[in-house]
């Protein structure tokens, strides 16, 4: 008996999730759900016989993809992190989040980390809901698809800065009726601060924590990369597990004048020792209690900027890495609206920071917007060349890194003044993603071919899946298509590979 035969028994054992076919569809539509895959309703726009994986060469790329799984559902080894990078469809995290659902529940031991987040919300741009963000002070906003690009920018395409001396940002991974439970007690902040007297601090209900460590971009093994970054990575270890927390400045002056080393090294400090109008410095992964009313956890005079700071020393983030040490799956959005591939290629931290996730699963869904030219203007070359200088990075961060292509929605295109009609670029970018996939020797899921084609986004719009712009969509419309995906990877894995 084979080794995938002996798992597939082994899964089966576990689930009997056999769940019956809608009534209004048929054994060949393919809607109905084999073993973890999510339940598919019948929708008449959906073209279910091309919901699958498309190899049109080999499949090797996904075979260590495919290991990882068995490991982590036989054994509970292993921490398997995935990336899906886009355009708007990934930034507002309707689809991903699906797909993070539907990944982390399918097996006991799949859930793991909630994965990386930004604060779209504190550069006034739109934040997923399935977290919160809230801030004070003011933020400026630097992203890849509008230049110019006067911030260095990383894996999520995006930057907030600041130079407000009050300024902070809170987020809450389980906001209010989510329905999710994400923990961290891990947090690495990708940010930059051209001011060094300045240390971010990580504020935990009545706890305070200094980052116990900072990786700068010299640290890294490759000397190609030494010289692109200020970025510093801060990271905040927690003895315990939570969902939230707040990020603000310190002065080091006043952190190194209360506390000597002596004190540093120790394991606890009396919270009776301190005063609200006392900052506080905690040294290697040291944790302490704050003395505090309702009011404030500390003054602000502490915690903010230094009265002495000048206008033009920023505090730059790109983001917060939040991991929870146990085995399992991440899956992390990295999304900017209007984002192309030449969009991505401005990020000079791209790869530096990708380091840091070591993806074993990209899903690439960039194209929508490389393919908003006229008909006629889209060029396939130059897509496929832009394509493989970022899977370069990629594959050098980790070499046995998968990938699955994910062709573009079918959406309308401007034709005129006052005029559109479907975007007849979008077979081209299946084009150029199927010769992709031939060069990988990796898969495409053909979303495109699914929805139904040329013209389909107009039944899918009336069957309320689409948004009235043509381009996006309704929540149970990327719900819809994660599950699809989602579907089409699991039975892969499961079933196509014995």
Same mark, same amino acid.
């Given at each position: 008996?084979?080794?995938?035969?002996?798992?597939?028994?082994?899964?089966?054992?576990?689930?009997?999730?056999?769940?019956?076919?809608?009534?209004?569809?048929?054994?060949?539509?393919?809607?109905?759900?084999?073993?973890?895959?999510?339940?598919?309703?019948?929708?008449?726009?959906?073209?279910?016989?091309?919901?699958?994986?498309?190899?049109?060469?080999?499949?090797?790329?996904?075979?260590?993809?495919?290991?990882?799984?068995?490991?982590?559902?036989?054994?509970?080894?292993?921490?398997?992190?995935?990336?899906?990078?886009?355009?708007?469809?990934?930034?507002?995290?309707?689809?991903?989040?699906?797909?993070?659902?539907?990944?982390?529940?399918?097996?006991?031991?799949?859930?793991?980390?909630?994965?990386?987040?930004?604060?779209?919300?504190?550069?006034?741009?739109?934040?997923?809901?399935?977290?919160?963000?809230?801030?004070?002070?003011?933020?400026?906003?630097?992203?890849?698809?509008?230049?110019?690009?006067?911030?260095?920018?990383?894996?999520?395409?995006?930057?907030?800065?600041?130079?407000?001396?009050?300024?902070?940002?809170?987020?809450?991974?389980?906001?209010?009726?989510? %329905? *999710?439970?994400?923990?961290?007690?891990?947090? /690495? +902040?990708?940010?930059?601060? #051209? @001011? $060094?007297? &300045?240390?971010?601090?990580?504020?935990?209900?009545?706890?305070?924590?200094?980052?116990?460590?900072?990786?700068?971009?010299?640290?890294?093994?490759?000397?190609?990369?030494?010289?692109?970054?200020?970025?510093?990575?801060?990271?905040?270890?927690?003895?315990?597990?939570?969902?939230? %927390? *707040?990020?603000?400045?310190?002065?080091?002056? /006043? +952190?190194?004048?209360?506390? #000597? @080393? $002596?004190? &540093?090294?120790?394991?606890?400090?009396?919270?009776?020792?301190?005063?609200?109008?006392?900052?506080?410095?905690?040294?290697?992964?040291?944790?302490?209690?704050?003395?505090?009313?309702?009011?404030?956890?500390?003054?602000?005079?502490?915690?903010?900027?230094?009265?002495?700071?000048?206008?033009?020393?920023?505090?730059?983030?790109?983001?917060?890495?939040?991991?929870?040490?146990?085995?399992?799956?991440?899956?992390?959005?990295?999304?900017?609206?209007?984002?192309?591939?030449?969009?991505?290629?401005?990020?000079?931290?791209?790869?530096?920071?990708?380091?840091?996730?070591?993806?074993?699963?990209?899903?690439?869904?960039?194209?929508?917007?490389?393919?908003?030219?006229?008909?006629?203007?889209?060029?396939?070359?130059?897509?496929?060349?832009?394509?493989?200088?970022?899977?370069?990075?990629?594959?050098?961060?980790?070499?046995?890194?998968?990938?699955?292509?994910?062709?573009?929605?079918?959406?309308?295109?401007?034709?005129?003044?006052?005029?559109?009609?479907?975007?007849?670029?979008?077979?081209?970018?299946?084009?150029?993603?199927?010769?992709?996939?031939?060069?990988?020797?990796?898969?495409?899921?053909?979303?495109?071919?699914?929805?139904?084609?040329?013209?389909?986004?107009?039944?899918?719009?009336?069957?309320?899946?689409?948004?009235?712009?043509?381009?996006?969509?309704?929540?149970?419309?990327?719900?819809?298509?994660?599950?699809?995906?989602?579907?089409?990877?699991?039975?892969?894995?499961?079933?196509?590979?014995?």
């Amino acid at each position: 008996m084979t080794f995938k035969n002996l798992f597939s028994i082994s899964i089966l054992t576990f689930f009997s999730l056999f769940i019956t076919i809608d009534a209004q569809t048929s054994i060949s539509t393919l809607s109905s759900s084999l073993p973890l895959q999510q339940q598919i309703p019948y929708y008449p726009c959906v073209n279910y016989e091309a919901n699958r994986l498309i190899y049109p060469a080999d499949s090797s790329s996904l075979h260590y993809f495919y290991s990882l799984l068995d490991t982590l559902s036989l054994y509970g080894n292993g921490h398997i992190n995935i990336v899906h990078l886009g355009g708007s469809h990934i930034q507002a995290d309707i689809m991903t989040n699906r797909l993070r659902q539907n990944f982390t529940q399918c097996l006991p031991g799949f859930s793991s980390s909630r994965g990386i987040i930004f604060p779209f919300r504190a550069g006034k741009t739109n934040n997923p809901t399935n977290y919160t963000i809230s801030y004070s002070g003011s933020w400026s906003r630097c992203q890849n698809s509008l230049p110019p690009i006067d911030r260095t920018l990383g894996i999520t395409g995006i930057a907030v800065s600041t130079n407000d001396r009050y300024a902070s940002i809170s987020f809450n991974l389980n906001p209010n009726n989510s %329905g *999710t439970n994400w923990r961290y007690n891990k947090l /690495r +902040l990708m940010a930059s601060l #051209s @001011d $060094t007297t &300045l240390t971010p601090v990580l504020i935990v209900d009545n706890d305070t924590i200094v980052p116990h460590t900072s990786y700068h971009c010299t640290d890294l093994p490759f000397d190609t990369l030494a010289t692109l970054s200020p970025t510093t990575y801060y990271t905040y270890r927690l003895p315990y597990t939570t969902a939230y %927390g *707040t990020l603000v400045l310190v002065s080091n002056n /006043r +952190l190194s004048n209360i506390f #000597s @080393d $002596t004190i &540093l090294s120790a394991i606890n400090i009396n919270c009776d020792t301190l005063t609200n109008d006392s900052t506080i410095v905690i040294g290697d992964e040291l944790n302490i209690g704050l003395e505090s009313d309702n009011e404030s956890v500390v003054s602000s005079q502490d915690i903010m900027f230094p009265n002495n700071i000048v206008d033009n020393k920023l505090f730059t983030i790109n983001g917060f890495i939040l991991e929870y040490d146990e085995p399992g799956i991440t899956i992390h959005s990295l999304g900017v609206n209007g984002a192309s591939l030449p969009s991505w290629l401005r990020c000079a931290d791209f790869e530096y920071q990708l380091n840091m996730l070591n993806p074993d699963l990209v899903i690439m869904a960039v194209g929508v917007n490389d393919a908003n030219v006229p008909f006629g203007r889209f060029n396939k070359t130059d897509y496929i060349n832009n394509y493989n200088a970022i899977i370069s990075q990629i594959h050098r961060v980790n070499p046995n890194c998968a990938i699955l292509f994910v062709t573009n929605n079918d959406c309308v295109l401007r034709t005129g003044r006052r005029s559109y009609g479907p975007n007849r670029n979008t077979a081209l970018v299946v084009e150029a993603m199927t010769t992709l996939a031939a060069q990988h020797n990796t898969a495409l899921w053909d979303m495109y071919g699914v929805m139904g084609g040329l013209g389909s986004m107009a039944l899918w719009r009336d069957q309320g899946l689409a948004n009235p712009d043509r381009v996006h969509f309704f929540a149970p419309g990327y719900t819809l298509l994660a599950d699809l995906m989602y579907n089409s990877i699991i039975y892969d894995w499961l079933y196509r590979k014995q």
